[in-house]
């Protein structure tokens, strides 16, 4: 074998074909060629290293306003309970105020479509 025979060769792979009549036989064929690796890309410089200063204050800045938001979320969750509580003392339902308030959260043809499924499914299984 020549210098010349030994580069034209390609690696070759035992692979499993099916012969078109419900059976397979055994083919060789050569294996692709393996594509270059893909670059990565170049990383996003760290802004605290680019400018540690500006960066920590920056950085400080935007914790303390989650921060504040979350006790904003709290508040107005403490609020929140507080109304329904008020609502069961006055002798309301809170699980139907609740129901009500999706309710007016939906938009109407929505809720026109949620109620006429309901109403098939009550009738259907004789509930009225």
């Not at 294996?31 to 540690?52: F, V």
Request: cysteine-free.
């Amino acid at each position: 074998m020549t210098a010349q025979q030994s580069a034209d060769l390609q690696p070759m792979a035992l692979v499993r074909v099916s012969d078109g009549q419900g059976g397979f036989r055994h083919e060789f064929r050569p294996i692709p060629a393996e594509k270059p690796k893909a670059r990565k890309k170049p990383r996003t410089p760290d802004p605290i290293h680019a400018n540690p200063d500006a960066s920590a204050q920056q950085l400080k800045q935007i914790i303390e306003r989650v921060e504040r938001l979350d006790d904003e979320e709290l508040g107005i969750k403490a609020d929140r309970r507080d109304v329904l509580a008020e609502a069961k003392a006055v002798g309301f339902d809170v699980k139907t105020v609740r129901a009500i308030i999706a309710l007016r959260k939906m938009n109407p043809e929505m809720r026109r479509e949620a109620e006429d499924i309901l109403e098939t499914y009550k009738s259907a299984l004789g509930i009225d």
